[in-house]
């Protein structure tokens, strides 16, 4: 297992609940807003799988559950024995995702393996490729990841970051005819970690994501904003 960080406790990553985040090393995306980039590269020496269980295990008193991010998650093969793991401890399971691999997303669902997933959307479908950061974005497997997670019955998320020079109002309002319906979706302004994988992005004003909202909440009456005073 690809593991390069563990946080070893949160109030932020899981809803509601006190967390522990595992950054899974590698990702089939190249975001250009992305503030894990060393995540991304691979440019840690993996922690040892059996350590951070261990840790846990000494902790899963204290914690209610595990953030299982990275990079993509998905990437990892086995990721589902690593989850039931986890999930033998007692601990509740939030996946983030990209949506990118709907079958092995649908595995762990079956399995029962993930009680809470929050999946990234990044821009509308004609500027998703350029804002991954790939040569061509593969939609279909994001719809169907987007379907399968709003009839999972699961606890869930859609999220977007904003960037500026990337997104616009026109954008926001092609993301909701395509993401339509009650599912909580957040719109978060990019934040510059210092360890970004493009240079010179910037976030936008807060006018422009309230005006943002306000285009999405048409077809997405639970939308709202995160990490905005």
Not at 85 to 98: W, Y
Not at 121 to 130: L, W
Not at 205 to 216: F, K, P, S
């Amino acid at each position: 297992m690809n593991i390069q960080g563990l946080q070893k406790t949160t109030l932020l990553d899981y809803p509601g609940k006190v967390a522990a985040t595992i950054f899974f090393g590698g990702c089939n995306f190249r975001c250009p807003f992305c503030h894990n980039a060393l995540v991304v590269y691979e440019e840690e020496q993996p922690l040892d799988e059996n350590e951070v269980l261990v840790f846990l295990d000494k902790r899963k008193k204290i914690l209610d559950g595990v953030c299982i991010t990275g990079g993509e998650p998905l990437l990892q093969q086995e990721l589902p024995s690593f989850l039931q793991k986890i999930k033998n401890l007692g601990l509740l399971v939030k996946l983030d995702t990209n949506g990118s691999f709907p079958d092995r997303l649908q595995n762990l669902i079956e399995q029962q393996l993930v009680d809470y997933v929050a999946m990234d959307i990044k821009n509308a479908p004609s500027r998703y490729a350029e804002t991954a950061g790939v040569k061509a974005a593969p939609l279909s497997d994001i719809t169907r990841s987007a379907e399968l997670i709003r009839s999972s019955g699961l606890a869930h998320e859609f999220r977007t970051t904003v960037v500026r020079e990337l997104h616009s109002a026109k954008d926001f309002s092609a993301i909701a005819d395509w993401l339509a319906g009650d599912s909580p979706y957040f719109l978060q302004p990019f934040a510059d970690s210092g360890n970004l994988i493009r240079e010179g992005l910037h976030a936008p004003t807060d006018e422009q994501m309230r005006g943002y909202l306000a285009i999405v909440r048409d077809k997405l009456p639970n939308a709202a904003i995160r990490g905005m005073e």
